[in-house]
């Protein structure tokens, strides 16, 4: 199931990320915790999948706005209530993770014809300087794929990868001194089977691992 | 979790499965019952096979991989992000154990790696069983890591987003923002510890009645092998005879034959190379093992599974999807190709600690085989140890362990951490070197059994952290009567009186 083919990025703009004050006393000291900004879709207008990584946000809650609303008040629906980003939101945990909420989650799925979503997030905590969600990205199933092309792809892409049987190995200490350059045989011609064998590679290479100094430079490849 | 991850997780851990030799005997097994039984017709044929094979032992063997592998698979699911400032913290890290390894490598004027002779080799291979006679001159070496050094790099770390406020907050040494678990959950969890539950290492004294029954039923439950039950039976501690096989159960490791194949391929990795670290683990065995009466005697098993520890890339796996980086040199093979090559140093990726060599000694004195006692160690490794040191935001990692044994000994016993603290003195840099040796070293060999039980019964490694805090604790008195910060090592520094249940017990109550 390659990404590129199943999904497609969806298209919007952004605005700011604006922490929310009561009343118009931005001056205050006082931290309302509550933070909003609104998206814009652009050309395609659903949306299967919200992927982002958050930044210390505590809690979100995502309304959108159809296009062509029936409802003449073209009032904004709730899909997604005070969902948990942080186990704790005094802890770490979850504070720079990467999350995905699919339409599964979504509280009312009958939503199409999307032009607007809200976002709003809630971060109690007194613990952190600032918060908000990054990188966010908006993907919808690609509909051009038909469900009998993705079943067709799925069963050659299964052919492709044969059973492998495990043969009985009988007396097992006579057998293992010998096999030892059976193993690597074997491992070289396992490379196309996922197999037990193929999860432990050979640190070597051809047989060389002259090693004389570390990379210190390790954060590239 | 969304569709893409569980999908992949879905054919991995099919695949994984069926490239299994439970899997094979499964095969068979279902085969067999289709042969003999006599109730079986094409009409129930369905409902008659499922059956008998939901009570087979063998679909049972299958279902432990599943749950072990699944188990696995979804404990990191929120590792650090290699941009955020723990992230950023491993990679310094990571590049501080470079220097050194590559400073060792320099000062002593020898390579990394290198091959051995074929001589060499056959050298090496006749003297297997008492590798302890191999050794050399020793002393110029040094550990790559000693644990102070980490501990000061734990407590350097800080989140740049804190405010003031929760900056004046932290009363530990630990400032990283990692999320406790309540004392209240922790006990819930922990609830098989109460003193209402008999518990072996402590109780069979008193009645003798309870532990044969106890006994009996852990036949039963080795018998019916379920990783559940067995779980949930030896978190009252495992009788002695049956540990092995309950570890084993626990930790889902039974050695098949392409183990034990694997096993013997390890082994010629020795013979075939000379890795500068394995010096580096034999001082390491030498100066903490060897020295200490209650071990000395597994000074070859320990070795021999070091050895192969380092030569195992199974465990490169590990560091995967995580921000971790494996060292990595470059080499250039000798068939002409004028290319360097990027290899992983060492193959297994892990550099070691001072006295890691500890977290060893334990099993060796419930497995007698080193086929199974390498298996058991590996998996005991990839499981829990290698969280001891990492940097990461996962609760079970040092960090998590750290600040759980904070906050524990503050909530519970405000006082003593506050005296402590008044006398300049850290609790928690008494209790780090405990912690990060899971207590190896430090009790009772069959005391250290008896808390191990619970890290694989509990699946967690803040057993560590609660037992820590409960020595303080225990030691309450004598602590709250010292004066002066040089007598707290006297009163902490022998703990092999102590009874690991009863402590954990009092913690708990």
């Given at each position: 199931m390659s990404e590129d083919k199943l999904w497609v990025n969806v298209n919007f703009d952004m605005r700011n990320q604006l922490k929310l004050f009561v009343g118009e006393r931005s001056k205050t000291q006082f931290d309302s915790g509550c933070k909003m900004f609104d998206i814009f879709l652009k050309d395609t207008f659903r949306f299967d999948e919200i992927k982002f990584q958050n930044f210390y946000t505590g809690y979100i809650t995502i309304k959108v706005k159809e296009r062509f609303s029936k409802d003449t008040n073209n009032e904004w629906k709730l899909i997604l209530k005070r969902y948990k980003l942080m186990a704790n939101v005094h802890g770490e945990t979850g504070a720079n993770q990467i999350f995905t909420i699919s339409k599964d989650m979504f509280l009312d799925k009958d939503v199409n014809n999307i032009s607007q979503l809200r976002f709003i997030l809630q971060q109690p905590s007194f613990y952190w300087k600032d918060f908000g969600i990054d990188d966010i990205k908006l993907k919808a199933l690609n509909?051009?794929?038909s469900i009998e092309k993705v079943l067709e792809d799925f069963s050659k892409k299964s052919e492709k990868v044969k059973i492998k049987k495990i043969e009985k190995i009988p007396p097992i200490d006579v057998l293992s001194t010998r096999l030892q350059n059976l193993w690597i045989l074997s491992n070289e011609a396992s490379k196309q089977v996922k197999s037990k064998i193929e999860d432990n590679p050979r640190f070597d290479i051809d047989g060389c691992y002259d090693v004389n100094l570390l990379s210190v430079n390790h954060s590239q490849n | 979790m969304d569709a893409e991850a569980q999908y992949k997780l879905g054919t991995e851990l099919s695949e994984f499965v069926t490239n299994s030799q439970a899997y094979y005997e499964f095969f068979q097994n279902v085969q067999e019952i289709v042969t003999t039984a006599?109730?079986?017709?094409l009409i129930n044929m369905n409902e008659v096979l499922m059956d008998k094979i939901k009570s087979s032992a063998s679909s049972r063997a299958i279902t432990n991989i599943i749950f072990y592998n699944h188990k696995l698979n979804s404990i990191d699911e929120n590792g650090p992000v290699s941009t955020t400032y723990l992230g950023k913290a491993q990679t310094q890290w990571e590049k501080k154990l470079i220097k050194s390894m590559n400073s060792i490598c320099t000062e002593l004027n020898m390579p990394l790696a290198k091959k051995r002779s074929i001589l060499e080799g056959q050298e090496l291979k006749k003297i297997w069983n008492e590798l302890?006679?191999?050794?050399?001159?020793?002393?110029?070496f040094r550990p790559i890591f000693s644990i102070n050094e980490i501990f000061d790099h734990i407590l350097s770390i800080k989140c740049n987003n804190l405010t003031d406020l929760a900056f004046k907050s932290i009363t530990g040494l630990i400032s990283v923002p990692i999320r406790i678990k309540p004392f209240d959950e922790l006990k819930k969890q922990y609830e098989k510890m109460s003193l209402e539950y008999f518990q072996s290492g402590l109780d069979e004294n008193l009645n003798s009645l309870i532990e044969q029954e106890k006994h009996k039923n852990g036949i039963k439950v080795v018998e019916i092998n379920d990783i559940i039950m067995t779980k949930e039976f030896s978190k009252t501690g495992c009788t002695r005879s049956l540990r092995g096989k309950l570890w084993a159960q626990i930790l889902n490791v039974n050695v098949e034959n392409l183990d034990k194949i694997y096993y013997n391929y390890l082994k010629q990795c020795v013979f075939d190379y000379d890795l500068l670290i394995d010096s580096i683990y034999y001082k390491d065995v030498k100066t903490k093992a060897v020295n200490d009466d209650q071990v000395f005697v597994f000074e070859d098993l320990l070795y021999q599974v070091l050895l192969l520890f380092t030569r195992d890339t199974h465990l490169l796996k590990l560091y995967e999807n995580k921000s971790i980086q494996i060292p990595k040199a470059y080499i250039r093979p000798k068939n002409g190709d004028q290319r360097y090559h990027p290899v992983f140093y060492p193959p297994n990726g892990f550099l070691p600690f001072e006295g890691f060599t500890l977290l060893v000694t334990p099993i060796c004195y419930v497995y007698s085989d080193p086929i199974l006692l390498y298996y058991i160690f590996r998996k005991f490794f990839v499981t829990h140890f290698y969280k001891l040191s990492i940097i990461s935001s996962d609760p079970q990692s040092i960090i998590g362990l750290c600040a759980l044994f904070e906050n524990i000994l503050q909530s519970k016993d405000p006082k003593l951490f506050f005296h402590l603290r008044k006398l300049d003195i850290q609790p928690l840099r008494i209790a780090f070197k405990w912690i990060i040796r899971a207590f190896s070293g430090s009790l009772l060999s069959s005391q250290l059994l008896e808390l191990w039980d619970r890290i694989l019964a509990f699946n967690s490694l803040e057993i560590l952290s609660v037992f820590a805090a409960g020595v303080f604790m225990y030691r309450r008195q004598n602590l709250m009567s010292i004066t002066n910060k040089s007598h707290v090592e006297s009163i902490l520094d022998d703990l092999t009186s102590l009874k690991v249940v009863a402590i954990l017990q009092l913690v708990f109550a």
């Open positions: 509909t051009d794929l | 006599s109730d079986l017709s302890g006679t191999n050794v050399s001159d020793l002393k110029k």
